[in-house]
Nanobody, 124 residues
């Protein structure tokens, strides 16, 4: 399976960041979790949230109030929206896949399929 992120590389503060992950070589309705991970400059990987093969969504508690993940099964894509962004949201954003389990994985390292990442910079 291959994943590819797309979206604007520059966003103004207070706006909503929207990124799309296009999946090929497999269906997003396959038994799995499809997630979003980010890495800010000088920091480690951060799990943001995920959507399951059935459409259930899960969010990091620290980002839950600003995050929405949705999908378009007809296009085999899933989308991240992060509202009210600040320069602290500047990061490389990755979409990723992990195998399905009883509990959604929140460890970014468990997402063994990952896109190449896209740099998003939030201007002050």
């Amino acid at each position: 399976v291959q994943l590819q992120e797309s979206g604007p590389g520059l966003v103004n503060s207070s706006q909503t960041l929207s990124l799309t992950c296009s999946v090929s070589g497999g269906s997003i309705t396959t038994l799995a979790y499809w997630g979003w991970i980010r890495q800010a400059p000088g920091k480690g990987l951060e799990w943001m949230g995920a959507i399951s093969y059935s459409g259930s969504t899960y969010y990091s508690p620290s980002l839950k109030s600003r995050t929405s993940i949705s999908r378009d099964t007809s296009k085999n894509q899933f989308t991240l929206q992060l509202s009210s962004v600040t320069p602290e949201d500047t990061a490389v954003y990755y979409c990723a896949k992990t195998q399905h389990s009883r509990v959604v994985p929140t460890d970014p390292l468990k997402y063994n399929y990952r896109g190449q990442g896209t740099q998003v910079t939030v201007s002050p």
